[in-house]
């Protein structure tokens, strides 16, 4: 509390030197660029008023690109995931995901949209947008979504954990479960009002309050492997058989869940989706 004013916070996101970064609630969790490769204390960054009477205050601790990397002989890494190009700062993109029935959102799209670009900040409307090849050669696209107030993640995090005040309003069993109806639900990729269709949601899984920790202090390139901890079946992802598409965003801790490493008031999960194109 500051002033009787309920504080929230932002949590981190991804960036690593061995891939190219782009970037950019009751008040919940929304993510912040880190260090990949040196942890360093979350500094607060500036308030931000939302709704009231809630204030956020981004906590920051990278806010610009990583140079892109050298890339191996013979081998490139590019922004781009089929037609969807994250070079391209002018057109907005968005990823909508269609449930297959109505158990989650009733039913109704989930939509995360944003600008890609090479810089992050809460409420800017930019996602974090990396890429790296798998050990396979398979190129992974990966993106840091913000889930506050207005954040691009945040239609995710509601659908799947909905929104209390300052906490989820379903317990972790119906989460879980809703992470599992909307695994294998059709998605859908549009940029600059040109959508493509024939893509999956094909693997959805949730950091525990206990795996934020390591997780925010990984590299982009190890989050699939951290991940797949909580969730074996992302195990088949890490040398994929085709590009993929990775997005991340945040979630509340859960009652009975643990103050752990790298958990704060206001952000103690993550979901991480992978979307691939095909049946």
Known sequence: MIGGVMVAGILPGKSNPNRRTASRALPPPATVLRDADRAAPLQPSRLTPTQPPYLYF????????????????????????????FEDQRERVSIRIQPAGTEVNRGNPISIEFYPGSHCAFGDGYACANVYLAGNGEQVTFLTVHSGIGGEGEPFRRAVEGAWINQALYPLPQVQANLEALTGAKVSLSQGGKSQDGFRLAALVRVPAEGVGAYFRSPVSAALRLAARSNPGLKSYLEPNQPLLVFETCGWKMPGEPWADGVTSTSGSVYLGVIVKGK
Do not use: N, S
């Open 58 to 85: 981004p906590l920051t601790l990278r806010t610009h690109a990583d140079p892109p990397p050298t890339p191996a002989a013979g081998t490139t890494a590019i922004l781009k995931f089929y037609k969807i190009d």
